[in-house]
């Protein structure tokens, strides 16, 4: 009788050892993430503690809540697509653009013009759930500035056209310091491409007389790419950022640089 009861007693334990390992907990989020683990802590109509398999702990407000449920536990699985890790989807293929102000830095570059604006996007691809390479286009075009290029002018003279315009193309590396991507996430970036740089002709007009100054002139050299900023999840396809940059061309004599403050869109593919 002692054996048979001991054999019951093994048989019924190792059922609820695989039972607890076949399920987990799932909770679902309104901004429709998805976390699988083990709750570990949770305050009635106030919050949750979850740990995923791979030792993560997250907590989330009750309203951030759409429901609680127990599922099987699915393998991981890795595809050219998406990396599943137990708790949330990694997409790997981002689409971003975006646009803003750039303020010139150097001295020679903002002796002569003026804050402009910045636009461009590009496309990023995500080796792990914090580290992507990226590769960028950006425009950014410079006013002349008045005041500066006027200076011990006469009174009555008036210029027009004159901006430089910056091309840049680079490859950059991108690291989110918070890997949870259904969390806000500060970053930094850096990398190096091809900068080019044109500057178009002004035109003086004094007393009826107009005069096109000739000023254009075009230059391509390695340009430098540093910066930092935050991602802002709004759905599991969709991110906003927001980013300030440093800029820098090796142009023949001195350098140029600029600050970049943009913001844009990101689409997870």
């Known amino acids: 009788m002692k054996k048979i009861a001991t054999v019951l007693f093994c048989i019924l334990f190792t059922s609820m050892t695989l039972s607890q390992q076949e399920y987990e907990e799932v909770v679902y989020l309104k901004n429709g993430s998805v976390i699988k683990g083990i709750i570990i802590e949770q305050i009635p109509d106030v919050s949750l503690k979850i740990q995923t398999k791979d030792g993560n702990i997250f907590v989330y407000q009750m309203e951030e809540i759409d429901r609680i449920t127990k599922e099987s536990v699915q393998p991981t699985v890795q595809t050219d ?4 890790d137990g708790f949330a989807q990694h997409k790997k293929v981002e689409l971003y653009i975006g646009g803003g102000l750039s ?50 002018a006469p009174s009555g003279v008036e210029i027009s056209g004159g901006s430089v315009s910056v091309v840049l193309v680079t490859a950059n ?25 044109s500057v178009s002709d002004v035109t003086v007009s004094y007393l009826g007389t107009t005069v096109t100054a000739n000023t254009s002139a075009s230059e391509s050299a390695l340009g430098i790419v540093f910066g930092g900023g935050v991602d802002i999840p709004v759905s599991p396809s969709l991110k906003i950022f927001l980013e300030a940059g440093y800029v820098m061309g090796f142009t023949e004599g001195d350098s140029t640089e600029y600050l970049p ?9």
């Open 81 to 84: 697509d998406v990396i599943t």
């Open 103 to 152: 303020f010139p830095m150097s001295e020679g570059f903002s002796d002569m013009w003026s804050m402009g604006f910045s636009a461009g996007g590009g496309v990023g691809y995500r080796f792990g759930s914090n580290i992507s390479g990226n590769a960028n286009l950006s425009y950014s075009s410079f006013p002349i500035d008045e005041d500066k290029f006027l200076a011990g």
């Open 173 to 197: 590396l991108k690291v989110l310091l918070i890997a949870n991507p259904q969390e806000v996430s500060p970053y930094l970036i850096g990398g190096i491409g091809l900068f080019s740089l």
């Open 261 to 269: 403050l943009k913001g844009g869109i990101i689409f997870l593919l």
